[in-house]
């Protein structure tokens, strides 16, 4: 069952990235879309680091003021006093930024958290647990089209499997709609 649940996830995370890397860049770049990747730091299990990416989409379209977002990461847990663990979490989120076309673009943001958590060895678990997310965040200028950020993320859950979290993120965003000759 713990493989067969393995690879769902991993089709799962395949299928978004190759749906992302197949939009049509004059479409994302149209709608104002982002494409970027990042580092978490998440205080579960004593600390532990992942990776991730991310796709978004301004509404409307041109510098808009809010956007849609999708985040996919994969932690790397240290289980191994107890076995072998795996850690991964997909959220949809909403994002208010307080200004835009500026250097540093601060933002505020909300949205659902599907987090999931698989453990083999003495016990097996595997399970998925949802909840709300609350993040603040700014990106740090331009590299032309690039623009890396830093964003501090509250994970909610209920109950005693899955604690609520706190997670650092850093990373690059590649914005396909904004012009590189403005900044």
């Known amino acids: 069952m713990h493989r067969q649940s393995r690879r769902l996830r991993v089709s799962l995370f395949c299928l978004v990235a190759s749906s992302l890397w197949a939009l049509p860049a004059e479409r994302a770049a149209a709608q ?3 494409l970027g990747v ?3 730091y998440s205080n579960i299990t004593g600390g532990t680091w992942g990776l991730g990416a991310r796709g978004a989409y301004n509404l409307p379209a041109g510098g808009s003021l809010f956007q849609i977002q999708g985040t996919g ?3 790397f847990p240290d289980c191994s006093g107890i076995g072998s663990c795996d850690l991964w979490d997909f959220q949809i989120n909403a994002v208010f930024f307080l200004t835009r ?3 540093y673009e601060p933002y505020l943001g909300g949205g659902v958290s599907f987090q999931g958590a698989s453990l083999t060895g003495a016990i097996v678990a595997d399970d998925t647990f949802i909840g709300p ?17 830093v964003e501090g ?4 859950k209920s109950g005693d499997a899955m604690p609520t979290q706190f997670v650092l993120q850093f990373g690059m965003v590649f914005e396909l709609g904004r012009p590189t000759d403005a900044y």
Request: aromatic share 22%; hydrophobic share 40%.
């Open 32 to 34: 104002g879309g982002e």
């Open 38 to 40: 990042h580092a978490s």
């Open 73 to 75: 990461d994969l932690y």
């Open 101 to 103: 076309q500026r250097q």
């Open 133 to 149: 997310v609350a993040f603040i965040g700014t990106t740090l200028g331009f590299w032309g089209r690039a623009e890396p950020f």
């Open 153 to 156: 993320k509250w994970l909610f």
